[in-house]
């Protein structure tokens, strides 16, 4: 799998097979990408394809940094609950933060700690919530698609480390 960052400035790939481990870093065409947004799709596609070919990277699935442009986290403290009910929660916890309709946007989310009881029950969960549009995802998507390869994995900044 290559994992992929999409700077203002960069386009950085990783790749991995077995124990080679493959990195690199290619400047970014001058306005190709402002403010973490991909200004022309076919242009980031054809450069994509064409540092894939010289470094001689793979096709197929790929995760995607996502820039804080297009990601909205937050961090939220839920009481113990399972996993079903707090991906149930999610849209209307960022509700009061995000442009749009709940129903436009991907939600996940990242347990950093939990709090427990003096029987090691847990009493809360402290996560980072994360809601991306669609539409953005579509867009990725289609444009890795064009290079060759598949978005598997898409990935906020925040919660990349």
């Not at 700077?7 to 990408?33: D, F, H, S, Y």
């Not at 990601?71 to 509700?95: Q, S, T, W």
Request: proline fraction near 4%.
């Amino acid at each position: 799998m290559l994992g992929i960052d999409i700077g203002n400035n960069e386009l950085k790939i990783t790749a991995r097979k077995g124990a080679n481990v493959t990195m690199v870093c290619e400047k970014l065409p001058t306005n190709m990408v402002r403010e973490g947004i991909v200004q022309v799709q076919d242009a980031m596609t054809d450069f994509i394809k064409t540092i894939r070919k010289k470094y001689r990277l793979p096709g197929g699935p790929c995760a995607l940094i996502l820039p804080t442009s297009q990601v909205f986290c937050r961090g939220i403290h839920f009481p113990a609950m399972d996993e079903d009910r707090m991906i149930m929660n999610l849209p209307y916890e960022m509700k009061d933060y995000l442009a749009q309709e709940a129903d436009r946007y991907y939600y996940d989310y990242l347990v950093n700690g939990t709090s427990t009881d003096q029987l090691g029950n847990v009493t809360d969960i402290d996560t980072t919530v994360a809601a991306v549009l669609k539409t953005a995802i579509m867009e990725n998507r289609q444009m890795l698609q064009n290079a060759g390869l598949r978005l598997e994995i898409a990935l906020p900044q925040e919660m990349a480390y």
